[in-house]
Nanobody, 124 residues
Framework: QVHLAESGGRLVQAGDSLRLSCEASGRTFSTIAMGWFRQAPEKEREFVAAISRSGGGTLYGDFVKGRFAISRDNAKNALYLQMNSLKPEDTAVYYC?????????????????WGQGTQVTVSS
């Protein structure tokens, strides 16, 4: 079992940067891949980024285009998402997710554990 808690979401201006954090409980954190997803109102939850168990492999959604960076600190059981050049269309609830395997994937079906989400709002 893995419990996840996101933090760091808030209201920012377009062009600003923001770093989201996710604290994980459970001794399996360093053995599994982790991901970030987001969901805007009335839209499907979409893949943002994922990282392998070691942090050596990453995967990003097409819309990221170099603006976001995912990282992890296995010593702290922590996952991060650095978001730069934020746009109003980045407004969403951002979810941290723990995978059932060690390599990053973009499918929600590969992530059985989810946090409660943190709201990011980008004003124009």
């Amino acid at each position: 079992q893995v419990h996840l808690a996101e933090s760091g979401g808030r209201l920012v201006q377009a062009g600003d940067s923001l770093r989201l954090s996710c604290e994980a409980s459970g001794r399996t954190f360093s053995t599994i891949a982790m991901g970030w997803f987001r969901q805007a109102p009335e839209k499907e939850r979409e893949f943002v980024a994922a990282i392998s168990r070691s942090g050596g492999g990453t995967l990003y959604g097409d819309f990221v285009k170099g603006r976001f960076a995912i990282s992890r600190d296995n010593a702290k059981n922590a996952l991060y998402l650095q978001m730069n050049s934020l746009k109003p269309e980045d407004t969403a609830v951002y979810y941290c997710a723990a995978a059932s395997q060690s390599y990053p994937t973009s499918s929600r079906r590969d992530y059985p554990y989810w946090g409660q989400g943190t709201q990011v709002t980008v004003s124009s």
